[in-house]
């Protein structure tokens, strides 16, 4: 489209180059290729980000949000609810090809995405989730671009039941939950996630009451 706006399409665990069969993630270790637990945007990371940019999304999602992590405090998957979704064609993934003049413009794009993403709300709500991603983006625009269109947008995807998170290779500061050494939000492409808000997102919410009543109205 000439406004650089795609409809998102199903990502699929097997696109990228050397993968297994579609849908399947890895069980256990990271696979040869995967982006290792402590690589900077370089090396790994930075050779993957030239790659066609959901063909790299593909592979971080498979090799990475599937997997179990050393630092992440906790048994399990990085993001427990990806490997099925990714099986049963849930995640979706899009790229705004363009450089962005900053974070407001990636905010009107990511509106029109939280338009569409909610017109198509029906079925297993949990295992949805898409991903956009802003390859153009470049290393210092990472924290004013995509984590200052995350705090403009925050407000208003939560309000509709929605989490939306910012990744990029920085990665950004946000710890996790069980080990505040642990940066999570890891991707080798600036990318802003949005996903069905669960029971346990209370802890990433502010205390603003407009996000506590968008928590209690779907969960009491």
């Known amino acids: 489209m000439t406004d650089g706006w795609q409809p998102p399409r199903p990502l699929v665990a097997g696109e990228a180059s050397g993968a297994g069969s579609a849908g399947a993630c890895p069980a256990g270790a990271r696979p040869e290729g995967a982006w290792p637990a402590g ?11 030239r790659a066609e940019p959901l063909e790299t999304v593909a592979r971080w999602v498979r090799d990475y949000l599937c997997s179990p ?3 992440l405090g906790r048994a399990g998957a990085v993001c427990p609810y990806t490997r099925k979704a ?3 064609g849930g995640l979706l993934g899009a790229v ?6 900053g974070p407001d413009q990636v905010a009107r794009v990511m509106r029109r995405y939280l338009d569409w993403f909610v017109a198509r709300r029906g079925g297993d709500e949990v295992y949805r989730a898409l991903l956009v991603a802003f390859p153009l983006v470049t290393e210092h625009e990472w924290e004013t671009v995509i984590e200052g269109a995350q705090q403009r ?15 990029h290779p920085g990665p950004p500061a946000a710890a ?6 642990f940066r999570p939000l890891r991707s080798p492409v600036p ?3 949005v996903r069905p808000m669960v029971r346990s997102d209370l802890p990433f919410l502010d205390q603003a009451p407009w996000s506590l009543d968008a928590w209690t109205a779907r969960f009491g």
């Open 39 to 49: 690589a900077r945007a370089t090396g790994a990371l930075a050779a993957g980000a």
């Open 69 to 71: 992590h050393p630092e």
């Open 86 to 88: 990714l099986a049963d």
């Open 96 to 101: 705004w090809a363009r450089r962005p003049d």
């Open 153 to 167: 947008l925050k407000p208003s995807f939560v309000k509709h039941g929605l989490m939306v998170g910012e990744f």
């Open 176 to 181: 996790g939950i069980r080990n505040p050494d």
């Open 191 to 193: 990318l802003l996630a």
